[in-house]
């Protein structure tokens, strides 16, 4: 397992942006997929985006198509999730997860969770 912190939360206008960063622990970040899921108040926890160990791959849920971009730097063995035109849609504790695999990330069945970052999308 690997250890995630995320960071780079916080209160933004709707059409606004934030970029999201997870940093891991570990010198086998390299071998993980990646991803991101959120939790609204009074909501399942749903999938947001994930990312192939190598970055070739990436998986976005249909509500964010389009809007958000996850992107990967081994080197730094952090994973980023840039959100554009945020909606008040959007506001949600995001967490980062890392799994073996990138349907065990995409499933929700991820090995590695973080601690989650509040991003606030005011209208």
């Known amino acids: 397992q690997v250890q995630l912190v995320e960071s780079g939360g916080g209160l933004v206008q709707a059409g606004g942006s934030l970029r999201l960063s997870c940093a891991a622990s570990g010198r086998t970040f390299s071998s993980y997929a990646m991803g991101w899921f959120r939790q609204a108040p009074g909501k399942e926890r749903e999938f947001v985006a994930a990312i192939s160990w190598s970055g070739r791959s990436t998986y976005y849920a249909d509500s964010v198509k389009g809007r958000f971009t996850i992107s990967r730097d081994n080197a730094k063995n952090t994973v980023y999730l840039q959100m554009n035109s945020l909606t008040p849609e959007d506001t949600a504790v995001y967490y980062c997860?890392?799994?073996?695999?990138?349907?065990?990330?995409?499933?929700?069945?991820?090995?590695?969770w973080g601690q989650g970052t509040q991003v606030t999308v005011s209208s």
């Open positions: 997860a890392a799994g073996q695999s990138d349907y065990t990330v995409v499933t929700g069945t991820a090995g590695s």
